[in-house]
């Protein structure tokens, strides 16, 4: 079982694909999303986003005043401002 995950910024789609885990900072502190996760909304507070993909590719974010949603195996990052690191 897999995440589908969008990492979004006000401008472009910064990336997307399947993962198996994704790692955010939230106002209320790091959150670890795995496939199964109850639904959640939460504000992101700023710093990185790391997506581990299927095959164990790790990909890495910076993200910026937003929000992470999780419904339904799906994680939707949407940032004011994000870009990939490395």
Not at 24 to 45: D, F, K, Q, S, W
Not at 72 to 86: F, H, K, P
């Amino acid at each position: 079982m897999a995440l589908t995950v969008n990492v979004v910024s006000a401008d472009q789609q910064v990336w997307s694909g399947e993962a198996t885990m994704v790692v955010a900072r939230t106002t209320e502190g790091e959150i670890g999303i795995l496939p199964g996760h109850t639904p959640l909304l939460a504000v992101l507070a700023g710093g990185e986003v790391r997506v581990t993909q299927v095959g164990g590719r790790r990909i890495t974010a910076n993200a910026e005043d937003g929000f992470i949603s999780v419904q339904n195996d799906t994680v939707t990052v949407v940032a004011s401002a994000a870009e990939l690191v490395g």
